[in-house]
């Protein structure tokens, strides 16, 4: 608990120092806070992991480590922030306090353990984001994507918290092992109880993004500032499926039967629409938001296919996917600086201008499409390999079928680095800022250490 409170306390700091005008303060603040509460985290591994005042969180070492992935995130995000940031507005001191304060939200989902602390955890992660989603006031595109995801988000809580009451109704508690106990000790399960689960699914996969609940991912995705769009599809979306995954793996697994055809479906429909999508798009930031649904799909496979190798999987797949997109969305910026342009043809040239970049862009590239000795080509082998412990053949032929055409969007950003020329004017190598140089290089090593020497993270949970 001692990172929750750190970062409610370094949220209400940063508004002090905004607030008096100390804005070169404000990165090193926030980074270090951050890393004191990653610290307590740490220091919580190997204690005995009990439900926390009256059972309403629970940092078990699942909890733990997926805090620990997003707060790792958040502060690679951070230290391509601080030009960044000054660039689209005068009043930083509101986005640095703005993501701690999501972050904290998204903690809490991790580690909820009764559904009070689900929806509070979820609304503080989201309230945040809708404001930086158009915290570019004069910006038409983030105007839209704010009320977009605002409405949206509206419509997800509403499903959330109809699901939540029939729940109740039926069991008589919001506690996660309370409604364990009433799951496993029920000889007959309420309808109200399977009406709770459905309308509980819906408003998960709005927040993770999955289809036909997706409608809202890529105009957001597109409109949002570059850094939040990054942040909104790493930290938030792993937060939501930890959250998915622990309601689902605790509590609904003796009613697997039941919910499984139905995310059987959300899942095929999520990897065909995301791939076929995200394969004719023209912008890269759009083609991420569309790949973004696909992943999503793919850390289904985890839940469809439920057993003692799950949570690993969506470490493992989570960690890949939130380092290749922070290195992607990182690229992106720059060569947006240079052209003003997020279309595949702002990447012509690259690899003759700035050719590491270009290697590392690369590197991430294929680790979004699964290319073996990269973290994507492992997290991809373990959730196929849960989908084969349960023999379900057909989801494995799809997977296979939609990561080939994954393979193409993602080496058609690849091929306009290396085989196109550039069509500006100025042929300079990018000007790149040292904190990039830092969050790239991390970035990419642990990219490939995790992709050649996956046992670290598997051998975690």
Request: proline fraction near 2%; glycine fraction near 8%.
């Amino acid at each position: 608990m001692g990172a929750i409170i750190t970062l409610g306390i370094l949220g209400i700091l940063l508004l002090y120092l905004g607030l008096y005008k100390a804005k070169n303060a404000l990165l090193p603040v926030t980074v270090v806070g951050l890393l004191v509460a990653l610290g307590f985290l740490v220091l919580q591994w190997d204690l005995d992991a009990k439900p926390l005042y009256h059972g309403m969180v629970l940092f078990d070492r699942y909890a733990i480590a997926f805090s620990a992935l997003c707060i790792l995130v958040t502060v690679l995000i951070l230290l391509l922030s601080k030009e960044y940031f000054r660039s689209i507005s005068e009043h930083v001191a509101e986005y640095y306090c703005l993501l701690v304060l999501s972050l904290m939200g998204a903690l809490l989902v991790t580690a909820y353990h009764n559904f009070a602390m689900l929806f509070v955890g979820i609304e503080i992660m989201s309230v945040a984001l809708y404001i930086l989603v158009g915290i570019r006031k004069n910006d038409a595109a983030s105007n839209e994507a704010a009320l977009k995801y605002f409405l949206m988000g509206a419509f997800s809580t509403g499903f959330l918290l109809f699901g939540i009451t029939l729940m109740y109704g039926a069991a008589g508690t919001f506690d996660l092992s309370g409604l364990r106990d009433y799951v496993l000790a029920t000889d007959q399960v309420s309808p109200l109880f399977y009406g709770g689960i459905l309308l509980m699914l819906c408003g998960l996969c709005f927040k993770i993004g999955a289809a036909p609940f997706h409608f809202w991912t890529p105009d957001v995705y597109d409109g949002a500032p570059i850094l939040i769009t990054a942040f909104m599809s790493t930290v938030v979306k792993v937060a939501a499926f930890v959250g998915f995954f622990r309601l689902f793996g605790t509590v609904l697994v003796p009613l697997n039967d039941f919910w499984t055809p139905v995310l059987l479906t959300i899942t095929i429909i999520t990897l065909f629409l995301g791939n076929i999508t995200a394969l004719v798009q023209t912008s890269f930031k759009r083609m991420m938001a569309y790949s973004s649904i696909s992943h999503a799909g793919y850390m289904l496979f985890a839940i469809v296919s439920i057993g003692a190798a799950s949570a690993s999987s969506i470490l493992m797949y989570a960690s890949a996917y939130c380092l290749a997109s922070v290195i992607a969305f990182a690229t992106l910026i720059v060569v947006k600086r240079r052209t003003g342009s997020d279309q595949f043809e702002s990447f012509n040239g690259l690899a003759k201008q700035e050719p590491l970049l270009a290697i590392i862009l690369t590197i991430a590239m294929l680790s979004l499409a699964g290319i073996p000795l990269t973290a994507g080509f492992i997290g991809k082998f373990m959730m196929f390999n849960n989908v084969m412990g349960s023999y379900n053949v057909m989801l494995l032929v799809i997977a296979a079928i939609n990561a080939a055409v994954a393979v193409y969007y993602y080496l058609h950003v690849v091929i306009n680095m290396y085989f196109k020329d550039s069509s500006t004017a100025n042929q300079q190598g990018l000007q790149l800022a040292g904190t990039y140089k830092v969050v790239l290089g991390i970035a990419v090593l642990l990219t490939l250490a995790f992709g050649i020497y996956p046992d670290f993270i598997i051998g975690l949970l």
